[in-house]
């Protein structure tokens, strides 16, 4: 496997391109009440995105309809934007959305509940967030993709949360998914060891119950788990430094 650190042209264009995508996650966060259909949201970051004079990296990547995925509930991820999909007081959506600059893709999500939602859900939600902060301390220069996963995993065992296995996060920049792939669990100092001026994308994938995934038949793209049960997603593409890390898509 080959994985070439980012040269400082590539890294600003990251830089840009995340900035506008971390507005957009919040412009379509405001935008998401009760009542709008998921292909409104779509429609909204598209006209963003044309605004800012960047591409959504999603648009037609493998066939994908939309230049946002927008899973609600019990929906991990891939949700196809649709005009019959209306929001509801006290869903929770998870936004994952890409940006395409200069050559060079950002990827972001993020999970958040419509008005009152259930204190179970508001916990995965913090949780999940903070799985990804807990892992993210690991790594700098030298680490291993495992020592994102370990700390990740054990943060998330104590509350007895399932870790989606089948999906991961992954190398990015020139493309969307690029080497190498970093699961949520796993062991410290395995995996691949990264270096400074490696980008990647880490986004933990949790349910309050199973692990196992299907994706529904109707649009072949969403994921969901085997149990139905609630799901929150978290993702940010973050920049290898020599003693941590750089986070690219927040504002
Ligand atoms: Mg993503
Ligand atoms: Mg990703």
């Known amino acids: ?42 429609a909204r970051v598209r006209e963003f995105f044309k605004q800012k004079g960047v591409e959504p990296a999603f648009l037609g990547y493998y066939g994908f309809t ?8 019990e929906e991990i991820i891939h949700g196809v934007p649709k005009q019959d999909k209306v929001i509801q007081e006290g869903d929770i959506v998870s936004l994952d959305c890409g940006v395409l600059h200069n050559g060079m893709v950002v990827d972001s999500a993020r999970t958040f509940g419509v008005g009152e939602i259930p204190e179970e859900a508001r916990l995965l939600i913090e949780r999940t967030k903070k799985s990804f902060f807990k892992g ?20 998330l065992d104590k ?23 970093i699961p949520n669990y796993g062991t410290k100092g395995t995996g691949f060891q990264l270096q400074e001026g490696m980008t990647i994308a880490l986004e933990p994938m949790v349910t309050l119950g199973a692990e196992e995934t299907y994706v529904d038949a109707d649009d072949d793209w969403t994921v969901l788990p085997v149990d139905h049960s609630l799901s929150a997603h978290y993702e940010h593409t973050v920049l290898i430094t020599k003693n941590g890390v750089e986070i690219l898509t927040q504002l």
């Open 136 to 155: 993210v301390s690991k790594l700098k220069d030298g680490a291993w993709t495992g020592d994102f996963g370990q700390a990740c995993e054990e943060y």
């Open 159 to 181: 509350f007895g949360y399932g870790i989606i296995r089948d999906y991961a996060g992954h190398g990015v920049g020139r493309a969307v998914h690029e080497d190498p792939t």
């Open 1 to 42: 496997m080959v994985v070439t650190p980012r040269t400082q042209e590539e890294i600003q264009a990251m830089r840009t391109g995340g900035k506008i995508l971390a507005e957009a996650l919040e412009m379509m966060r405001e935008a998401t009440v009760p009542g709008i259909t998921t292909a409104e949201i779509d």
């Open 66 to 73: 939309g230049a946002v995925c927008i899973s609600v509930n």
